[in-house]
């Protein structure tokens, strides 16, 4: 297909090695056929190594990209330029996935052709704002009525078995279920392969607690995300969550290929378009049969945010993109660093955000300096140097890891416009009833709509 597209005849190729020999040297292009350097402050997305059209992504760290070492983010360059020029609203827009046939062509030729506008956006691409009914349906989910009715939302995170053994997942559904709103069900996290965050998404629907499927777009192209999508509501699950994912690199298959088809902004749009127009992103109707009114699932959707990456306005912003894309609720990267939480919470609220979505804070509790280490060196992370210097100094280490998280939930809990917190515990998870019960956090008395069980 795409030698197909390269190969267009003498003229096509005159014009793409024009392209090429301009382009390469100064902008290091590599042909995707739909140019939108103009929109990013003349610096090629492409350069990116997970294709990010609509960045940063996580990892940023002090302008240096998380993927290849001594490599500066290409995301941190254009928000860096856009914030200079005063043109933040340009890179606000939308990006729509690339069209892959396309890639190897000329892009100047595709805008005086037709096939692409100027902004490269490949013609009738699908992206917000998009036409559904001005009421969209709820999901009616146990954190949906929790968020929206104001009251300080707890989620917590299963992290599924490699080995496909239900007896390691009861242990930890039963010391949830009935004590939080929701529990994410992370999708091969650290890019390392675990049982599909759908199946025990299904499994935690069918015993009580409520999931978050998490949808991860390293793993998957868009057929694929949306097939998975729809095999999860079939089993129950309304909660979904869109994220990029950590590179393959760092993960137990390093030398797999990272899909990336398109990214975590592009696939909440795609979720949102399903909800709002009952389409997929082909722009065909969900439905059987043309009698069949389109199927619009009913979802509560999801996105994350990075606090503590670099920039900062950068990473409120894609969230803010997000946000207008559909999301209705943020969980943050894990806060170990308070003073730049409330730096970014500052930003988030002096640009809105916190009015238009809901924003949960990451907790981790963490029993060791080791483990302190650890996580300050994962992309995205930093650690304030008091939290493992108290923890090496403690009689008690468990006391004191409580002690350290119990210290921040409180700190995000007063910080205005926080929502709930995310606790995540992937190596302590006893300590999650100990900080709930502390904490006086959990599930507060109300009438939750009952639990979906099948596709409406
Ligand atoms: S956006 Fe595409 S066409 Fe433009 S410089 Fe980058 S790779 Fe080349
Ligand atoms: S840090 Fe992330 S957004 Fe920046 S270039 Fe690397 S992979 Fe892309």
């Given amino acids: ?53 609509n960045g940063p ?73 998009f036409t559904g009914p001005a009421t969209e349906p709820r999901a009616g989910t146990a954190l949906e009525n ?3 009715a104001g009251q300080f939302a707890v989620t917590a995170e299963i992290v599924p078995p490699r080995a496909p053994d239900f007896a390691s997942l009861q242990k930890r559904i039963t010391m949830l279920r009935g004590k939080i709103h929701a529990v994410n069900v992370t999708d ?11 199946a025990v998404s299904a499994l935690l629907a069918r015993n009580g607690v409520e999931p978050i499927f998490q ?44 899909v990336h088809d398109i990214d975590a902004i592009q696939l909440t749009a795609m979720l949102h378009r399903m909800r709002a127009e009952g389409k997929l992103a082909s722009g065909a109707d969900i439905r059987d049969s043309a009698k069949a009114e389109p199927f619009r699932p009913k979802l509560f959707i999801g996105c994350a945010a990075h606090p503590t990456a670099d920039p900062i306005l950068g990473q409120v912003m894609r969230v803010m993109k997000k946000v207008r894309a559909g999301a209705d609720f943020v969980q943050t990267q894990v806060v170990f660093d308070l003073k730049r939480f409330a730096e970014f919470m500052k930003v988030a609220r002096d640009h809105g955000l916190t009015e238009k979505a809901k924003i949960l804070a990451g907790v981790m509790p963490v029993k060791s300096a080791k483990a302190y280490e650890f996580l300050g ?54 300590a ?5 019960e502390r904490c006086k956090l959990g599930v507060q008395p109300f009438t939750p709509s009952p639990q979906p069980v099948a596709a409406a």
Avoid at 387 to 408: H, N, T, V
């Fill in 215 to 258: 949808l991860a777009c390293r793993d998957r192209n868009r057929l694929a995300l949306q097939a998975d999508l729809l095999g999860a509501y079939a089993f129950g699950v309304r909660n979904v969550f869109a994220v990029t994912g950590d590179f393959v690199t760092i993960g137990d298959h390093p030398g797999a290929k990272p």
């Fill in 146 to 148: 929790a968020l929206r």
């Fill in 432 to 436: 999650i009833p100990v900080l709930l």
């Fill in 377 to 430: 060196k994962v992309p995205g992370i930093k650690v304030a140097p008091e939290f493992p210097k108290r923890i090496e100094a403690a009689a008690s280490k468990d006391e004191e890891g409580i002690a350290i998280a119990r210290e921040i939930i409180e700190f995000c809990r007063a910080t205005p416009g926080v929502a709930g917190v995310h606790l995540m515990a992937p190596h302590w998870e006893a």
């Fill in 57 to 129: 992504c996580g990892g940023s760290h002090e302008g240096m990209c998380e993927v290849i070492p001594g490599h500066r983010c290409v995301w941190d360059q254009i928000w860096n330029a856009a914030e200079r020029r005063g043109q933040i609203e340009r890179v606000m827009k939308i990006q729509p996935p690339i069209d892959w046939r396309l890639e190897g062509t000329p892009a100047w030729l595709n805008v005086v052709k037709g096939i692409i506008t100027l902004d490269g956006h490949p013609k009738g691409c699908w992206m917000p704002p």
């Fill in 1 to 53: 297909m795409f030698k197909f597209y390269r190969a267009q005849g003498c003229f096509s190729r005159t014009i793409g090695f024009l392209e090429r020999s301009t382009k390469q040297p100064i902008f290091n292009c590599s042909m995707c056929g739909q140019c939108i350097l103009r929109t990013c402050q003349l610096h090629c997305p492409m350069r990116c190594p997970k294709s990010l059209r």
């Fill in 188 to 198: 091969n996290a650290s890019a390392s392969v675990k049982m599909p965050s759908w």
